[in-house]
């Protein structure tokens, strides 16, 4: 059924069912009553033709246009903008017979006499608005309010959930009418205000025309608006009444307009305070971040990373040595993303055999090869609505990476087996430790997944650019390693202390949590001295390792940085602190030191 969009500045959008002799105008005989200067008290008329819909300029002052051209009389086609005065309209000829509209004529009932509680329910949503002890109750009194301000029958709220497919509904009916989910809500009408974020009116005319779920449901007028907070939609509101309740009008629809903006700004304000709530309880002491530990700068980059980017849904990419602690960050990073609540789950693929991957990955059904004798659900299925951690993607076969990327563009996925995908709504965090655009370029991993895995970078540092950290880790892993085996509280010699501090740590944090543990073991007085520690800690700083046949230039290049490391500390230390004077020592000027040792975490003073 053919219908126009209308869009009056400064007023909510409508739209209107064409039919022949359809008139519109300045004055109130027409069809539709247009309130602007200049339009015409009868402007122009559409009529059906055996070409189909015309519209006709009706000796207009000002004229009638159709896509910026001066029309007498014009064959519409789809989308074309017509254009009276200040207003602009939209021709729309879908198929849909169920078409939300709003008869904007004169024939509007009078508008209800409640203005007072009108403005009551506006002021009491305002100062609730920012009230975020329990957000599903201001929206329950907000629905109970409207059904008694606007006579309706029911009032909906639909909230669109983080990672869920689908709108969350809460509702308020009279007399303990049917539940939030029994109520059915005009599809077209949903389309209107999800997809196009128009405010709607829609009438159960008795026309052969009028919206399939009104007439079915017995319904006398609906109403809908959107909940958008800037270019973020949050959900919708609904409200309905059968009769012998008299039309909504333009006035009620303005009104929960506003109301529906109110909603919005209450939304959005709990849900950013929910989200401050969890980055604080995740990276506070005992939150989910508790081994994420260390004050250099480093550390303290990484931190301030994980919290602009936590509040996101993009995908992230995590780089940075084995056993620097990857997942820990990707665990982070989800407990205080919106999908917190959703599920994490984990897959490392480097440790799965690449016969079994895809299967691991998107599941199979039952009977789909050799073995396959019941149904498994892959990964990204269980991640829906949360979380996906894949370790080691670097080690991910071409196969896999095919279909890894296609369900990151489509949103689905296809067992082994089944005959239809399914979709499923995952953000994916990876983490690797190999240079990846080594890997692109030797064709051993897809240049099209690694942007689509890479919106958003972090790199971990490894442990040996972190040496003011390392003194706080070992003290909290081996105080957790004595716990975990019943010893009291433990404490390190100045001796132990000195050599962990100076030990290059190729293994990173899983490497001193290995040792912690043993020194645990190893202690039999309240105390860890040198020599429960390892004989290869217990021997000092070793020299840089040379690179394995064969490392990347980023890998023979990182090789350096425990030799350069080890010359700035002895600079350093033969300078006594004196920063102009250990790089007058190494032959740098003082800049170039000093990067280096923000770089490396040394935390040393300038003694000048």
């Known amino acids: ?20 002799g359809l008139r519109l105008g300045r004055s109130e005989q027409n069809d539709v009553v247009l309130d602007d200067h200049q339009v015409s008290r009868f402007h122009a008329r559409f009529t059906r033709s055996e070409q189909g819909w015309l519209v006709e300029d009706l000796g207009s002052t000002h004229g009638t246009l159709v896509n910026t051209v001066r029309i007498t009389t014009h064959a519409l086609k789809a989308g074309d ?30 508008v209800r006499d409640d203005t007072g509680r009108r403005l009551q329910l506006v002021y009491e949503l305002s100062r609730a608005a920012f009230d975020l002890a329990d957000r599903d109750e201001l929206l329950g009194r907000t629905l109970q309010s409207l059904l008694d301000v606007l006579g309706c029958e029911r009032a909906l709220v639909g909230l669109a959930e983080p990672g869920a497919r689908g709108f969350r509904r809460l509702a308020r009916t009279r007399g303990g009418g049917p539940g939030a989910d029994d109520i059915a809500v005009s599809r077209t009408l949903l389309e209107a205000v999800t997809v ?82 969890a980055l604080a309880e995740a ?37 940075g040595e084995s056993g620097t602690g990857k997942e820990l960050v990707a665990r982070t990073l989800h407990s205080v993303s919106p999908r917190a609540a959703g599920p994490f789950v984990t897959l490392n693929c480097a440790a799965i055999p690449e016969s079994m991957v895809e299967s691991e990955l998107f599941g199979y059904e039952k009977g789909a090869f050799t ?19 894949l370790d080691e993607i670097g080690d991910l076969d071409l196969a896999a990476q095919a279909k890894v ?56 540092p490894p442990l040996r650019e972190r040496g003011e950290d390392i003194e706080l880790l070992a003290r909290a892993l081996l105080k957790a390693a004595a716990s975990s085996m019943g010893k009291r509280e433990l404490e390190f010699t100045p001796a132990a202390l000195a050599a962990l501090k100076a030990y290059g740590w190729p293994g ?8 912690m543990e043993r020194a645990a073991i190893d202690a039999e007085l309240p105390i860890v001295d040198l020599h429960n520690l390892s004989s290869r800690i217990r021997k000092g700083p070793r020299a840089a390792p040379a690179p394995r046949e064969g490392a990347s230039l980023a890998e023979r290049f990182a090789a350096l940085d425990v030799t350069e490391r080890q010359l700035i500390e002895e600079a350093l230390k033969a300078a006594r602190g004196n920063l102009s004077e250990a790089a007058r020592q190494l032959g740098i000027t003082r800049v170039m030191i000093k990067r280096r040792i923000d770089r490396f975490g040394l935390g040393f003073r300038d003694e000048l």
């Open 196 to 277: 196009r974020r128009e405010g709607v009116i829609s009438h159960n005319s008795g026309d052969r025309g009028a919206p399939k779920t009104l007439v079915r449901e017995g319904i006398l007028t609906a109403m809908a608006v959107p909940l958008q907070a800037g270019s973020l939609l949050l959900g919708f509101l609904y409200v309905d009444a059968r009769p012998p309740t008299s039309p909504f009008t333009p006035q009620d629809l303005d009104f929960l307009t506003a109301i529906g903006h109110l909603s919005a700004a209450a939304l959005e304000s709990a849900q950013r305070y929910r989200r401050m709530e």
């Open 405 to 460: 990327l296609r369900a990151l563009q489509e949103g689905e996925i296809q067992p082994l087996g089944a005959e239809k995908a399914v979709h499923v709504s995952v953000r994916v965090v990876s983490a690797t430790h190999k240079d990846l655009a080594e890997e692109i370029a030797n064709k051993r991993f897809r240049e099209d997944l690694y942007y689509r895995l890479n919106v958003v970078e972090l790199s971990v």
């Open 1 to 20: 059924m053919p219908y126009l969009v209308v869009r009056e500045p400064g007023q909510v959008s409508y739209t209107v069912p064409l039919r022949d």
């Open 283 to 319: 990276l506070g002491p005992g939150g989910p971040a508790g081994e994420l530990i260390g004050a250099s700068e480093p550390m303290r980059r990484l931190k301030a990373q994980i919290q602009k980017y936590g509040a996101s849904s993009a995908n992230v990419l995590i780089q």
């Open 371 to 389: 073995g396959a004798a019941g149904k498994k659900r892959g990964k990204f299925v269980l991640a829906d609505g949360g979380t996906l951690f």
């Open 508 to 515: 990173n944090v899983r490497e001193l949590r290995n040792e």
């Open 81 to 110: 903008r017509i254009q009276v005065g200040n207003i602009l309209l939209a021709f729309r000829d879908d198929e849909e017979p169920e078409l939300v509209h709003q008869q904007a004529t004169a024939a509007f009932a009078p």
